[in-house]
């Protein structure tokens, strides 16, 4: 199974991409850049960081202004550093599409639900990205969006991807049992929803001061049927200096690639490669 297909669950019809229908945008992305990153150890924060010629967060947001899903984008991010996102992330980039900044809360549960109370009305979707994920890309945005397009029985669908590795489960570090890693998938952002059903199972959540794991989570708790679609494993998330040297390396080599395209492209509406 290559690292485009979806999990067996999968309806055997080809997801519906808005683009190839002359669909019209359907979707808001919602990328959530309000972490500590304690892990990190960078005290100006991992969003920041620089990667290959732009902050770490800023090529999540290209991906997204650049999928044809996608008709708004909010990014959640610490009050006190709005004024910066818009001059050292906006300022550097040039978008088409409409951004809109909301205040990130003290989880990024919370940070979620107000990126959800600022995104503008009538979009039937909506697509959750964490912004230490930087090499997300177009074409995975919207292949999630697809198979949540075309099975209507789905409230949401989200990137993942197969436990390669044996598990065990321990108790006090003995190993009490060796589970089927067939049955084990690990999450990953975007994960997409319809918008009435994020909004809902977060408003329940809320109001039974339930935290979860992620917004899939929340979802299932509210008995909403979510699909994992496989996705590259390369759409690692930095959490310590390591990952992001990772993250160099395969973002370079793209910008390698994109550079020797025939059309001479440096890569999605950015202003280093005007």
């Known amino acids: 199974m290559s690292a485009r297909q979806s999990c ?45 010629g732009l902050p770490l967060m800023a090529w999540p947001i290209l991906a997204f202004d650049h999928a044809p899903s996608i008709a708004h ?28 900044l909301a205040p990130s809360g003290d989880t990024r549960q919370r940070s979620v639900y107000n990126g959800l109370s600022a995104m503008p009305r009538g979009y039937e979707f909506v697509s959750v990205h964490d912004a230490a994920r ?11 969006l697809a198979h949540l397009r075309v099975d209507k029985t789905l409230a949401g669908a989200i990137c993942a991807s197969r436990c390669m590795n044996t598990l065990k489960l321990a108790e ?16 990953q952002t975007p994960q997409s929803f319809r918008t009435r059903a994020l909004v809902a199972a977060h408003k329940s959540a809320a109001w039974e001061g339930y935290q979860g ?16 679609v496989e996705s590259p494993r390369d759409n690692l998330k930095v959490t310590v200096p390591e990952d992001l040297a990772i993250a160099s390396a395969i973002l370079e ?7 020797g395209a025939e059309d001479g492209s440096f890569g999605p509406h950015d202003k280093t490669g005007e």
């Not at 669950?9 to 309000?34: E, F, H, L, W, Y």
């Not at 984008?73 to 550097?92: H, N």
């Open 8 to 52: 067996q669950t999968c309806p055997a019809v080809a997801p519906q991409k808005v683009g190839s229908n002359g669909g019209a945008p359907d979707t808001v992305a919602i990328i959530v850049a309000g972490g500590l990153g304690l892990r990190f150890g960078d005290p100006h924060g991992k969003q920041y960081v620089e990667l290959c």
């Open 73 to 100: 984008i909010v990014v959640v991010c610490a009050p006190e550093r709005a004024a910066e996102v818009e001059k050292d992330v906006l300022g550097r980039l040039t978008l088409r599409k409409p951004i809109t």
């Open 134 to 144: 930087p090499l997300i890309e177009t074409e995975v945005i919207e292949e999630v």
């Open 172 to 187: 006090n570090g003995v190993i009490v049992a060796t589970p089927d890693r067939d049955f084990y998938w690990e999450a």
């Open 213 to 228: 794991t992620d917004d899939a989570s929340l979802v299932e708790r509210h008995g909403g049927r979510v699909l994992c």
């Open 253 to 259: 080599q793209r910008l390698v690639d994109a550079c």
